[in-house]
T-cell receptor
Framework: KQEVTQIPAALSVPEGENLVLNCSFT??????LQWFRQDPGKGLTSLLL?????REQTSGRLNASLDKSSGRSTLYIAASQPGDSATYLC??????????FGTGTSLTVIP | EPEVTQTPSHQVTQMGQEVILRCVPI?????FYWYRQILGQKVEFLVS????????KSEIFDDQFSVERPDGSNFTLKIRSTKLEDSAMYFC????????????FGPGTRLTVL
């Protein structure tokens, strides 16, 4: 069974700092990997989707990379802002339609 | 921008009662999913639905659960006889295509079973 781990569980950084969130998965046979943002008590907002054949995706200040063979993905956030404070989840899609989620990284950006 | 909506936002029910959670997908999406998130735990896949039938389900999705699209637009999750451990946030997600495409999540329904 696919296991998805996110490190660190929590991260606190001053505003303006660049940061990296990590996601690792045990089975490299994935179709894609999606990064989400979850605000307290809210749903999941899709940030970036990387197909298994891709190495990275970029959207604004966000850049996600995928190394399928080593079972890793990173989400890079440039010039962090207080509005980036949220929990960041990665999820991998395996055969069929199942997404396996990590436990998330709780990010706090201090003004 | 189109979005997935869910009703109600919060449902409180007594143990043993039936609940129906509703989702309105993005209009041209064809794939539908339910997930749940117990407080403090991971988001867990429950079921996927395509072409009016279940395409995949997890071990969590037992006989107490069912899904349907009763009117071709709403997508519902029914829990027949709720248990205390069904208390969780339930998320609906929809997608335009199957494998390889993004899933878009609704805001969730918080279910509290007393």
């Amino acid at each position: 069974k696919q296991e998805v781990t996110q490190i660190p569980a929590a991260l606190s950084v001053p505003e303006g700092e660049n940061l990296v969130l990590n996601c690792s998965f045990t089975d490299s046979a994935i179709y894609n990997l999606q990064w989400f943002r979850q605000d307290p008590g809210k749903g999941l907002t899709s940030l970036l989707l990387i197909q298994s054949s891709q190495r990275e995706q970029t959207s604004g200040r966000l850049n996600a990379s995928l190394d399928k063979s080593s079972g890793r993905s990173t989400l890079y956030i440039a010039a962090s802002q207080p509005g980036d404070s949220a929990t960041y989840l990665c999820a991998v899609r395996v055969t069929g339609n199942q997404f396996y989620f990590g436990t998330g990284t709780s990010l706090t950006v201090i003004p | 921008e189109p979005e997935v909506t869910q009703t109600p936002s919060h449902q409180v029910t007594q143990m043993g009662q039936e609940v129906i959670l509703r989702c309105v997908p993005i209009s041209n999406h064809l794939y539908f999913y339910w997930y749940r998130q117990i407080l403090g735990q991971k988001v867990e896949f429950l079921v996927s639905f395509y072409n009016n039938e279940i395409s995949e389900k997890s071990e969590i999705f037992d006989d107490q659960f069912s899904v349907e699209r009763p009117d071709g637009s709403n997508f519902t999750l029914k829990i027949r006889s709720t248990k205390l451990e069904d208390s969780a946030m339930y998320f609906c997600a929809t997608g335009l295509a199957g494998l390889g495409n993004e899933q878009f999540f609704g805001p969730g329904t918080r279910l509290t079973v007393l």
